[in-house]
């Protein structure tokens, strides 16, 4: 079974300038994440999709993140413009549901898209 | 909101020792615990989870226990081998309201296993 796929898996950019991230889930899951990880921190909820319906986007800086999941399937996550702040490994992951009673199971990571911002 | 703090942020043991990693988290609410490991350049990946209805939990070499009382749950390895060298992240499911599904992680724990 393919795994989480994530392209870029490295980029490197001018601050302010723009950077768009592409994810392509586990075939059949129907909730994707997507995640900032800062180096040496732990992995930061960004963004919940369910089918292509945003779940949780609490913690999205909504001023220059923005991320869509059309047709539930693929998900991009763009950053506009982008600071030095958001040199980060950025994380997607899928799940096959939120599980029972909403509890979630487990999640299915990709190996992230790491940016730069200089 | 949910906090969860992890101890220790690195950990040396020689090979066939065993390891323990050791995470708090202040959400009463929370219900579901699991534990990440990620190697180098890779995503990470689920080794075990255990749920607040349940206090130890148990797969070959790893174990995790879960004090609901005391609000902390524990990651422990034993006979230690170098594959088992990587990044270990705690995580805790926030409770209610609007964010089910999100887990809030712990800043992670370095372990190094020398042969």
């Known amino acids: 079974e393919a795994g989480v796929a994530q392209s870029p898996r490295y980029k490197i950019i001018e601050k302010r300038q723009s950077v768009a991230f592409w994810c392509n889930p586990i075939?059949?899951?129907?909730?994707l994440y997507w995640y900032q990880q800062i180096l040496g921190q732990g992995p930061k909820l960004l963004i919940q999709f369910q089918n292509n319906g945003v779940v949780d986007d609490s913690q999205l800086p909504k001023d220059r993140f923005s991320a869509e999941r059309l047709k539930g399937v693929d998900s991009t996550l763009k950053i506009q413009p982008a600071k030095l702040e958001d040199s980060a490994v950025y994380l997607c992951?899928?799940?096959?549901?939120?599980?029972?009673?909403?509890?979630?199971?487990?999640?299915?990571f990709g190996e992230g898209s790491r940016l730069t911002v200089l | 909101g949910e906090n969860v703090e992890q101890h220790p942020s690195t950990l040396s043991v020689q090979e066939g020792d065993s390891a323990v990693i050791k995470c708090t988290y202040s959400?009463?609410?929370?219900?579901?615990f699991p534990w990440y490991k990620q190697e180098l350049g890779k995503g990470p990946q689920l080794i075990i989870d255990?749920?607040?209805?349940?206090g130890e939990k148990k797969d070959q070499r790893i174990a995790v226990t879960l004090n609901k009382t005391a609000k902390h749950f524990s990651l422990h390895i034993t006979e230690t081998q170098p594959e088992d060298s990587a990044v270990y992240f705690c995580?805790?499911?926030?409770?209610?309201?609007?964010?089910?599904?999100?887990?809030?992680f712990g800043k992670g724990t370095k372990l190094s296993v020398k042969p």
């Open positions: 959400d009463s609410a929370s219900n579901y």
């Open positions: 995580a805790a499911k926030a409770g209610g309201g609007g964010s089910q599904g999100n887990l809030i």
């Open positions: 075939s059949g899951h129907a909730t």
């Open positions: 255990i749920r607040s209805n349940v």
């Open positions: 992951a899928s799940s096959p549901s939120r599980g029972a009673g909403g509890i979630t199971g487990e999640l299915f």
